[in-house]
T-cell receptor
Framework: GAGVSQTPSNKVTEKGKYVELRCDPI?????LYWYRQSLGQGPEFLIYFQGTGAADDSGLPNDRFFAVRPEGSVSTLKIQRTERGDSAVYLC???????????FGQGTRLTVV | GESVGLHLPTLSVQEGDNSIINCAYSNSASDYFIWYKQESGKGPQFIIDIRSNMDKRQGQRVTVLLNKTVKHLSLQIAATQPGDSAVYFC?????????FGKGTTLSVSS
């Protein structure tokens, strides 16, 4: 596709449930980032992939959060036992390589009720 | 820890004016900086970037200035238009992470 695609655009889930958020990066981009953005705040770094490997997961808030990118393209962010505090917009970005232009998707708005 | 911050949370200008949005960063090792524009309900949109071996870079109606001595970054928008109204973030590359500040909301009135 022409840009970074994230699905679903909106997700409402009950507290305690498991959710998966999907990111389709720009074709050929080796670097992929996940961010979380709360209302009125800047995006907060979660995890960075270079190819298939998670090169930096220092931003993941706890072990309920996990992300994969098994073939070096599509990535899935997984959240277990969701809590109301997980409600936010989850953004994905990709770039040709580290330290180059990073392009963002539209985000997935997650609401935990 | 390291951070990227903006001096003003809001900026209001008249259509046609030039706008200047400022940003300060704390990590002197940062070597890559990006400005993003974010409209309501959308993801951040890349505007312009600059590397630490430069002090100025120009795009279409936008200019980014980097002062490494005082660790200051600015975005200048020429002839601001109503469509420029959005939240603007600066971000810097700290290792593998792009670190964002809280943003400046630019409001352009006709």
């Amino acid at each position: 596709g022409a840009g970074v695609s994230q699905t679903p655009s909106n997700k409402v889930t009950e507290k305690g449930k498991y959710v998966e958020l999907r990111c389709d990066p720009i074709s050929g981009h080796t670097a992929l980032y996940w961010y979380r953005q709360s209302l009125g705040q800047g995006p907060e770094f979660l995890i960075y992939f270079q190819g298939t490997g998670a090169a930096d997961d220092s931003g993941l808030p706890n072990d309920r959060f996990f992300a994969v990118r098994p073939e070096g393209s599509v990535s899935t962010l997984k959240i277990q036992r969701t809590e109301r505090g997980d409600s936010a917009v989850y953004l994905c970005a990709s770039s040709p390589d580290l330290g180059t232009e990073a392009f963002f998707g539209q985000g997935t708005r997650l609401t935990v009720v | 820890g390291e951070s990227v911050g903006l001096h003003l949370p809001t900026l209001s200008v008249q259509e046609g004016d030039n706008s200047i949005i400022n940003c300060a960063y704390s990590n002197s090792a940062s070597d890559y900086f990006i400005w993003y524009k974010q409209e309501s309900g959308k993801g951040p949109q890349f505007i312009i970037d600059i590397r630490s071996n430069m002090d100025k870079r120009q795009g279409q109606r936008v200019t980014v200035l980097l002062n490494k001595t005082v660790k200051h970054l600015s975005l200048q928008i020429a002839a601001t238009q109503p469509g420029d109204s959005a939240v603007y973030f600066c971000a810097h590359q700290a290792g593998t992470a792009l670190i964002f500040g809280k943003g400046t909301t630019l409001s352009v009135s006709s």
